[in-house]
Structure formats: C-alpha cells, structure tokens
C-alpha cells in the first residue's frame, strides 16, 4: 500500500468509502454487515487505515455500521472520517445535536477528520450565515480534540468555492473534490484543485471513477488506452490519472464487492503515473465523451432520500443517459419496459426536491418530463 505524508500522519492513498457496500433486498438502506465486515476486514489487513463515512449514507446506517465493524479494530489502527450534512438546508443550526448523535453512531469519542459536507451554490449562503454556528462549532471541537483534522467536500462552482474559502479557508485542512479524467475539464476540477494549492490545501479526491461509469469504456476508447498500457485494467487509469496529480494525498473508493477492493489495492501497491502520451490521450477521450450531452450523475443517491415518490433517480438517469449516450438499446429497451407506473418518471410530482439537494447541479424534474419522450413513449 502507498502511503502518503499528512501532517504528523502517514494515510493510506487508497481510503475506503462507505457509500456504497453491499446491501440487501435491493434497498441502499439495508447494509448486508457480514460482506460489509469481509470488506472491512480485508481492507484493515491489507493497509487501508482511511474510512470515509457520512451521516446521510445509507440512510443514515453507514455510520452506525462502521462503528460496530471498527469497534474490534485498536483506535490508533484508523483515521475515521464524517461529515456535517449541510447539503441539507434544515439541518443548519443543528450542528451540535447532529455531531453528538454521529459519535454515538460511530462508537467514538473523536473523528480523526470531519468535513463540512458538500458545498455548493444551494448551501453557500447558509454556511457562511455565522448565525448557524456552523464553524465556531467545528473550531471549538477541534480545540478540545474531538476534531483531529478539518476539511470539506466540494461539489459547487469557482465562485462558491473562493466564496467558501474566504471565510474557512485558514481553518481547513484538506479540501475533497469531485476528481476524476473527466471531470477534470467538464466540471473544471482542475481550477479547484489550483485554488486548493494556493492555499497549500492538499486534496482528497472523491468518484475517481464517477460512480463507475469510468470503470468501463466504449470499445473503441478502451482500445486507444489499451495500446498504451496492455495490462492495465480500466478503472487503474483513473487512478494513475490521479496519482500523476501531486496534490492528491488521499483518494477514496466506494468499494462495494471484495473483487472490486482486491483490484484497486493491487494498483495502489506501486505509484505509476501517466506519461504525457497517455494524459494527452485520456483528455482527448474525456472531451469527446463530455460532447455528447449526457447528465452527470454520480449515483449519490441524494436525490433519493428526498423524493417523495420514492422514485430511483439514478436508475432513470442512467436510462436516459443510456438513451442519449448510445441510443435504443437492449438496456434501454429492458429497462423502460420493466418500469411500473409507480417507479416511471411519469410518477414525479415535479416538486424539485431531488434538484435541491443534487451535489451536480442536475435538472432531474428537467430529465423526467423529458423523459418519455426522449424514450418516445
């Protein structure tokens, strides 16, 4: 295992996030804790000591498992990570209730980092509003050690983020981005992460593989990759593409089955960045896929937790990108049909909660009226 030099700390590169474990009866908010303990437990064996948790995963249970799971491990043997859900307007004011019920949860008396949590053009204002006492709360808790580490997770644009800066910026730590190929110039990762080094913050990087859509290309991409590199796998390019970055210390992984945790530790054994050839080649795919207009879902499932129909959005997006992207296809065709009134975004009320608390901006009432007709329905 890489590690890489934080302060006094020596972190793992490869950090395992608990987004995305295995789960029962196809429900995100049902954890299976024995594959999840298996994870774990590999993981802890095999040098990861980095775990990215959060108060909204899984519905609120990625915490409280982490901490039954890590109870068996000796304190000083992991870094533990939550976060402040702010993305979430009503929970501004409530920082203290929420921070004492995330170490219960977690079964700790410290996080060794926390992180104000997803920043963006929606919750901007109310981060800075210092009638919330969002960040006296998280320097008070630092000053008596409950803190170890401050950052935050970013999904706005430059002006949200030197706006954010302004007032946190000498107090955090370590900035986590949305950091992957291609979002380095779709979504301009590479103006934050200058921003970042400005400010001499080091960057924690979250989707490397942008919710796996980056894990497997079309056929005719993978070949231009596989010409440079024959035995890299496709996901290990998008983790070479962030080791050839010097501001990423850690980056985070949500590994939800042991093959896909077996592979990525085997490529964080060794640092092999990418060499011009291959950087240039891998923007110039980035570029042609960012042109066909498809929407950027990562599958935080955000917008799920706050619809009312209980519709799953990242599914019906993954259809229309399916539909946009490659057209009419078998997946397409399969899953438009397997669709019940019920769970069809003709079933949307179009209230545009999902859009409110959705860290990329999506226009998801947009996509689900247009949605039979882009399928022509």
């Given amino acids: 295992m890489i590690y890489k030099k934080f302060g006094s700390l020596s972190l793992s590169a490869l950090g395992l996030g608990c987004m995305r474990f295995p789960t029962l009866e196809d429900d995100g908010s049902k954890i299976d804790e024995e594959k999840t303990a298996q994870i774990v437990d590999f993981a802890m064996r095999s040098g990861i000591n980095y775990y990215d948790t959060a108060w909204g995963y899984h519905g609120g249970n990625s915490e409280i498992v982490m901490g039954k799971l890590l109870k068996k491990y000796p304190r000083d043997s992991f870094y533990l990570a939550s976060k402040f859900p702010g993305y979430e307007l009503s929970n501004h004011g409530k920082i203290e209730e929420i921070f004492e019920k ?53 999904h706005g644009n430059a002006d949200v983020m030197r706006r954010f800066l302004e007032v946190y910026g000498d107090y955090m730590e370590f900035g986590q981005l949305q950091l992957n ?19 001499n913050i080091p960057v924690w990087v979250m989707e490397p593989v942008r919710g796996g859509s980056l894990a497997k290309l079309e056929p005719e991409y993978e070949e231009r990759l596989h010409a440079l590199r024959l035995d890299a796998t496709i996901p290990e390019w998008a983790f070479r593409f962030l080791q050839t970055i010097p501001e990423v210390t850690v980056t985070l992984s949500g590994m939800s089955n042991l093959e896909q945790l077996e592979e990525n530790i085997k490529t964080f054994s060794e640092e092999k960045p990418l ?25 935080c499932r955000y917008c799920v937790d706050y619809c009312p129909k209980g519709l799953n959005i990242p599914y019906l997006i993954s259809l229309y990108n399916e539909k946009t992207f490659t057209g009419w296809t078998i997946i397409t065709r399969r899953g438009v049909s397997a669709l019940t009134p019920e769970s069809h975004p003709t079933a949307c009320i179009g209230c545009g909660a999902c859009a409110e608390v959705c860290p990329q901006g999506i226009d998801i009432p947009a996509m689900m009226k247009d949605f039979p007709e882009k399928m022509k329905i």
């Fill in 275 to 299: 060499n011009e050839t291959e950087w240039n080649t891998l923007m110039q795919i980035a570029s042609e896929k960012s042109g066909k207009n498809t929407l950027a879902c990562t599958a």
């Fill in 181 to 199: 190929w291609l979002d380095w110039s779709f979504q301009d990762a590479k103006a934050m992460v200058q921003m970042l080094k400005k400010r």
């Fill in 102 to 154: 995330q170490l219960l949860k977690c079964q700790v008396d410290y996080f060794d980092f926390y992180l104000i949590h997803s920043v963006t053009q929606a919750n901007i204002d109310r981060y800075l509003d210092p009638t919330y006492g969002t960040l006296d709360y998280v320097r008070k808790q630092k000053e008596n050690g409950r803190i170890r580490h401050l950052g935050f997770s970013f």
